[in-house]
T-cell receptor
Framework: DAGVIQSPRHEVTEMGQEVTLRCKPISGHNSLFWYRQTMMRGLELLIYFNNNVPIDDSGMPEDRFSAKMPNASFSTLKIQPSEPRDSAVYFC??????????????FGPGTRLTVT | DAKTTQPPSMDCAEGRAANLPCNHSTISGNEYVYWYRQIHSQGPQYIIHGLKNNETNEMASLIITEDRKSSTLILPHATLRDTAVYYCIVRVHNQGGKLIFGQGTELSVKP
């Protein structure tokens, strides 16, 4: 199993540009999560999906952030326009679901975003 | 979700047991205790979870006090590769997938 796959691993962009982060969850997993990690705020949940439907987006910082999950094997997190304060490591995670016995979330390697 | 309190940092000698404490005095009856760790520059990794009984797997053991107000994660024979930030999280089972990470304990395993 390849695990959760994220791309790109590193992204450097200028303020005002659109940034798209991509995630492929583990095959068979029904839930997908986007987190952001900074030194100041630690690890924060931004949004999560269950069966491709957004369940809780209360962690999305503002309208500049949007996330989609068009199918069970792909999700995107888009920032438009990007700002320097968006610089962080963005993690995607997946799990077998949110009901039942298996709740572990498996995290990808992250995308390190730098906005200059 | 109940709040957790962990020491910010700990040291452990290689080959010795690492005992990481966590206080969760406001935990509710249906809230599980989860442990994750994050090795530098990697994504968090699931370790173990439990409700009331002590749990053990290939990575660690979880000891939960009888009143459930605190727990200890035990790495029986710590290695240098166990150097990481360890997060204790309490969450309600069967209510969504949220994990709320605190600041965790930075464990340094020294030769």
């Amino acid at each position: 199993d390849a695990g959760v796959i994220q791309s790109p691993r590193h992204e450097v962009t200028e303020m005002g540009q659109e940034v798209t982060l991509r995630c492929k969850p583990i095959s068979g997993h029904n839930s997908l999560f986007w987190y952001r990690q900074t030194m100041m705020r630690g690890l924060e949940l931004l949004i999560y999906f269950n069966n491709n439907v957004p369940i809780d987006d209360s962690g999305m910082p503002e309208d500049r952030f949007s996330a989609k999950m068009p199918n069970a094997s792909f999700s995107t997190l888009k920032i438009q326009p990007s700002e320097p304060r968006d610089s962080a490591v963005y993690f995607c995670a997946s799990s077998l679901g949110v009901a039942g016995n298996r709740y572990e979330q498996y995290f990808g390697p992250g995308t390190r975003l730098t906005v200059t | 979700d109940a709040k957790t309190t962990q020491p910010p940092s700990m040291d452990c000698a290689e080959g010795r047991a690492a005992n990481l404490p966590c206080n969760h005095s406001t935990i509710s009856g249906n809230e599980y205790v989860y442990w994750y760790r994050q090795i530098h520059s990697q994504g968090p990794q699931y370790i173990i979870h439990g409700l009331k009984n002590n749990e053990t797997n290939e990575m660690a053991s979880l000891i939960i006090t009888e009143d459930r107000k605190s727990s200890t994660l035990i790495l029986p024979h710590a290695t240098l590769r166990d150097t990481a930030v360890y997060y204790c999280i309490v969450r309600v089972h069967n209510q969504g997938g949220k994990l709320i990470f605190g600041q965790g304990t930075e464990l340094s395993v020294k030769p």
